[in-house]
Structures are given as structure tokens and as C-alpha cells.
């Protein structure tokens, strides 16, 4: 028996070490929580450049709709209908995906360089750390070193390359984003003297950018052409209402009339969306 219970005595851990590995786990959780989006909401918002809350984006939605709700009733509640959601479906993902593929595509012809100053750090004999720190003090003033600003806050307060990293995986969209995460976690988590992974994705950033200039270049005549129509069928009604006021008092007095009407502007809403969707470019 006093065999089996020194054994038993040996197996048990000393409450000092059980208690130091429950604080790491609790520390480490804490830290990942701190960083960490509450939900994927809050990064859509994030990642679009809208540090508010999430309930106060749904309510200014949402009172906006109800706003644009009652100005579409003084026409029709088809109108009415169709506005105020197509309203809300837009504000809750078209244009959150707008601005964020606008703040991706400002960011992209500084990260090449920024990868760049990374991997000459680290030629250099700069440890991960210190490679981030330096390559971010390079980039000029602007969005994404506003972004790698919170990075390096991370790092000093003692969190580590990935983590840090998820900041800006979850305040930037983008394939790039995470490929350029996994390759420093990776390298800091490994080591190793292997640059080619950065310089490779530094070459694939520069010819994406390279071919979605082009891109843009080439529907320059086909936005001006659609934005020249757009504002024409806009304007139309406007210009009937000054030359012929009767004409449209008519329309709009009678039942049917008024259907017509309600169906040109949906019309004219939703080709607008649906011309600006196909013409984003998405790199």
C-alpha cells in the first residue's frame, strides 16, 4: 500500500503547476478574445472602415428605411416595398463589400512593398518581430499603415505573430491578407532562412494590381456611357413635369398610371445596382 501511494503521490501534479497552467490557458484565451471580432458583423464593419458598433449601423439602416418606406408610399406601396428593402439588402452587404474591396484595392500597391521590407529583414538577420516593425515604420502614411499601427501594437503588448496577424485578417478582406498570415505565423513558428514564399506573393500582388488597372481602364467608356443613360431616364420625368405638368398630374391620378411609374423606378433602381455589381472589380 505505501508503495502504490508515493506512486499515486509521484502522478499528481503540485498545485503550484496546475494552478500556473490554468492561468496560461485563461491568459491565452483572454488574449485571443481581445483581439478576436465579437461576431462576423463586427469584421464585415471592420474590414468596410466603420469603427461603430453593429447595433448602431442596424438602427441608422434601419430608421433610414423606414424614412425612404413612407417617401415610397406617396407614390405606391409596390414602390414603397421594393425601395426600402432593396435599401436594406444593399447597406447590410453590397455596400459593406464596396467600401471593403475599395479600402482592399487602396491598400494592395502598398503591401508588395511592405512584403518586400520584410523579406530584406530578414535577410538581414531581423528576427519576425522586429522585420514586422521595421517594414511597417516604411510605408507611408495611409490606410494600411494606419492598419499595421495596430499590429505593432499587438506585438509590444506581447502577443505573438499570429495573433497579431488576426488583427489584420479580420480588418481587411482579401486572399492576400491570409496568405501573407500563414507565411509569417509559419515563418515564426518554424524559423528557417526561406524568403521565396514572400518574395512570390510580392510578384503575385504586383501583377494583380497590374491587371486590375487595366481592367479599369478598359470599362472607363462603357460606366460613362451606362452613367449618361442612367441620369437621362432620371431626369426625364423631371423634364415632362416642367413641359407638360398635365401629363404627369394624369399619370400619377390614375391607378393605372401610378403602377407605371412605380415599376419605372424600380426598374431604374435595380439596373443601376445590378450594372454597378457587374462592373466591380474584385482582386
Known sequence: ???????????????GMVAGEE?????????????????????RLMQAGLDIPAKVYTFIVIFAAVGIFYLGTLLGYLLAVVLSSVFVH??????????????????IPQLA???????????????????????????????????????????????????????LRDRIVGREIVSLSVALGLFASMGGNVLEPFR????????????????SRDLVMVKQAFYILF???????GILMLVRPGYMSQAYNDSLGRLVLQVGAVLIVLAYLLFKKITSLKI
Do not use: C, W
Open 1 to 15: 500500500m505505501r508503495e502504490k501511494d508515493r506512486l499515486a503521490a509521484l502522478r499528481q501534479q503540485p498545485p
Open 23 to 43: 492561468g496560461a490557458k485563461k491568459k491565452k484565451k483572454d488574449r485571443t478574445n481581445e483581439l478576436a471580432a465579437r461576431t462576423h458583423f463586427d469584421r
Open 90 to 107: 444593399y447597406m447590410f452587404r453590397g455596400y459593406l463589400e464596396e467600401r471593403a474591396e475599395k479600402r482592399k484595392r487602396q491598400m
Open 113 to 167: 512593398p511592405f512584403i518586400d521590407a520584410i523579406a530584406s529583414s530578414l535577410s538581414s538577420g531581423f528576427n519576425i518581430e522586429a522585420a514586422i516593425v521595421a517594414s511597417a515604420e516604411s510605408i507611408p502614411e495611409g490606410t494600411l499603415r494606419t492598419e499595421l499601427d495596430k499590429v505593432i501594437s499587438a506585438l509590444n503588448r506581447g502577443f505573438s505573430v499570429r495573433e497579431s496577424m488576426a488583427v
Open 200 to 215: 512570390r506573393l510580392a510578384r503575385k500582388l504586383r501583377e494583380q494590381q497590374t491587371v486590375a488597372e487595366r481592367a
Open 231 to 237: 441620369f437621362l431616364s432620371v431626369s426625364a420625368p
